[in-house]
């Protein structure tokens, strides 16, 4: 119940422009974004890098509504690649397509990503397509696959394992040779097309796992759920798994303390670093995915 409500709260913008204006809000917000501004989220990148972390970048933002907004947001996006050119951080783009003009048409959001991914190759930077809601899912992997087949290797996708469908394009990403982030997913989605059940998601989601894990190229294991992860761990032990075959990617802010014991016991660990002003529908997509994030920014609007 608390989950529908944040996260038809996070599409609401009354809501969204009221918490746009409270103080306290913004503060709280900056437990699970990096900052505002390219400058900070840098410096949270170095901060971590030395830490020992991998990252990626990511601009907030979504659904843009003309070509201009578009070409802005892929104007920060090569910024940001041209701005970690020569840092010595493992730190990649990951960008949402509607964020690059998708609901306005798919060329130009393939031309958009077209311009991420050559700003990025001039310091050989990975990019990295996040997952929308479900009517975007086909459009999302059409234009990955397209730019795959014009030669961007370099370049990755996300599975969402709630919905139905996820095992099948788990199939064709794999015969593509396409990295894949398996995250459980943080959208509401109708039964019709996604699991509505923790425990079935949970159960796709540890099939989905193995295949990646048992596949020659490296892909991500997106989750902060101790149990999902503990059975990746069990598995790379049982079957001897190359430690650089996959990762484990968490979100900035969320179980640092599993963060950092992750790294210790040896595996690589990649932080989704988010920043920019467009983080009210980020941050109540994170307190709808757990409880305890949802107790922190109360804990903190109440202190104020």
């Known amino acids: 119940m608390i989950r529908q409500l944040l996260l038809a709260l996070s599409e609401n913008e009354r809501v969204h422009a009221f918490v746009l204006r409270q103080r306290m809000a913004r503060r709280a917000a900056r437990r699970f974004v990096a900052g505002e501004t390219l400058d900070e989220a840098l410096g949270v990148v170095d901060r971590l890098a030395a830490e020992g972390y991998l990252l990626s970048l990511n601009l907030l933002g979504e659904k843009t509504t003309s070509p201009h907004e578009a070409r802005a947001a892929t104007d920060a996006y090569a910024e940001a690649a041209t701005r970690l050119r020569g840092r010595p951080v493992d730190c990649y783009i990951s960008v949402k397509l509607t964020q690059l003009g998708l609901d306005l048409d798919t060329d130009l959001a393939a031309d958009n990503l077209r311009r991420v991914l050559e700003a990025a190759r001039t ?27 014009e030669g961007s290797d370099a370049l990755g996708a996300v599975i969402q394992a709630y919905l139905y469908r996820s095992g099948d ?3 064709r990403l794999l015969k593509l040779g396409i990295p894949i982030r398996l995250c459980k997913g943080a959208y509401a989605e109708p039964s019709s097309v996604a699991y509505p059940r923790k425990q079935d998601v949970d159960a796709n989601f540890i099939r989905l796992q193995q295949r990646l894990l048992r596949d020659p190229a490296c892909h ?14 069990s598995m790379v032990e049982r079957e001897n798994i190359p430690r650089d075959r996959y990762e484990f990617q968490m979100i900035y802010g969320i179980r640092r303390d599993l963060q950092a014991r992750l790294l210790r016991g040896g595996h690589r660990v990649r932080i989704y670093v988010p ?25 903190n609007l109440l202190r104020g």
């Open 169 to 171: 394009d788990v199939d």
């Open 275 to 299: 920043y920019g002003t467009h983080w009210y529908p980020y941050l109540m997509r994170r307190m709808a995915e757990r409880p305890a994030n949802l107790a922190f920014v109360l804990r």
């Open 220 to 233: 991500a294991i997106a989750t902060h759920d101790e149990r999902l992860i503990q059975a990746a761990v």
């Open 123 to 149: 310091d050989g930077r990975f990019v990295r397509v996040d997952m929308e809601h479900s009517p975007y899912v086909d459009r999302t992997l059409e234009i990955v696959t397209r730019l795959k087949a």
